[in-house]
T-cell receptor, first 112, second 114 residues
Framework: GESVGLHLPTLSVQEGDNSIINCAYSNSASDYFIWYKQESGKGPQFIIDIRSNMDKRQGQRVTVLLNKTVKHLSLQIAATQPGDSAVYFCAEPYTGRRALTFGSGTRLQVQP | NAGVTQTPKFRVLKTGQSMTLLCAQDMNHEYMYWYRQDPGMGLRLIHYSVGEGTTAKGEVPDGYNVSRLKKQNFLLGLESAAPSQTSVYFC?????????????FGQGTRLTVV
């Protein structure tokens, strides 16, 4: 079946540096991808999404890149701040279900 | 803005007891979902609903039942709780097809079954 996974379980960066969180997906038919941020004790919060007809999408301090050739998704956070410390999930549609399926997440730790 | 509200926020159950988790959304969303999240893992879909009066099974539906009698509410029931159901439960909703748009999440219910 399809899977959404992440390369690194934990990423530690210095405050002010740029962060890159990666995600691999296996369903080549997926046409929508979304990144969520989850802070400790809270529910996931939407960060940014991208559709398969795009390669790149930018938000405020965040950029998502989609490489359909290698089925890879990345989230770039510019000038990482302590408030960015959280677990980040990528998600894509389930096959056959009108819902999102999530990867296992990457914990981002921002060092002062 | 309330968004998605889950009650209760915490609960401890004994094995074999039953309970109902309530999810309410005030965004007039058609789609609602229940996920569970275990330590170090992503969210797994339990059940979902594409509209009032409808429900469908997700990835891990065994041991759970759901009902969507009103558009704004989605209830998750555990008829006979088991320790394996210890988890954090998240409700979410979306205005359009659940695999094609952002889902809004509640704050979660932390359930411990002893």
């Amino acid at each position: 079946g399809e899977s959404v996974g992440l390369h690194l379980p934990t990423l530690s960066v210095q405050e002010g540096d740029n962060s890159i969180i990666n995600c691999a997906y296996s369903n080549s038919a997926s046409d929508y991808f979304i990144w969520y941020k989850q802070e400790s004790g809270k529910g996931p919060q939407f960060i940014i999404d991208i559709r398969s007809n795009m390669d790149k999408r930018q938000g405020q301090r965040v950029t998502v890149l989609l490489n359909k050739t290698v089925k890879h998704l990345s989230l770039q956070i510019a000038a990482t701040q302590p408030g960015d410390s959280a677990v980040y999930f990528c998600a894509e549609p389930y096959t056959g279900r009108r819902a999102l399926t999530f990867g296992s997440g990457t914990r981002l730790q921002v060092q002062p | 803005n309330a968004g998605v509200t889950q009650t209760p926020k915490f609960r401890v159950l004994k094995t074999g007891q039953s309970m109902t988790l309530l999810c309410a959304q005030d965004m007039n969303h058609e789609y609602m979902y229940w996920y569970r999240q275990d330590p170090g893992m992503g969210l797994r879909l339990i059940h979902y609903s594409v509209g009032e009066g409808t429900t469908a099974k997700g990835e891990v539906p065994d041991g759970y039942n759901v009902s969507r009698l009103k558009k704004q509410n989605f209830l998750l029931g555990l008829e006979s709780a088991a320790p394996s159901q210890t988890s954090v439960y998240f409700c979410a909703s979306s205005y359009s097809s659940g695999g094609n748009t952002e889902a809004f999440f509640g704050q979660g219910t932390r359930l411990t079954v002893v």
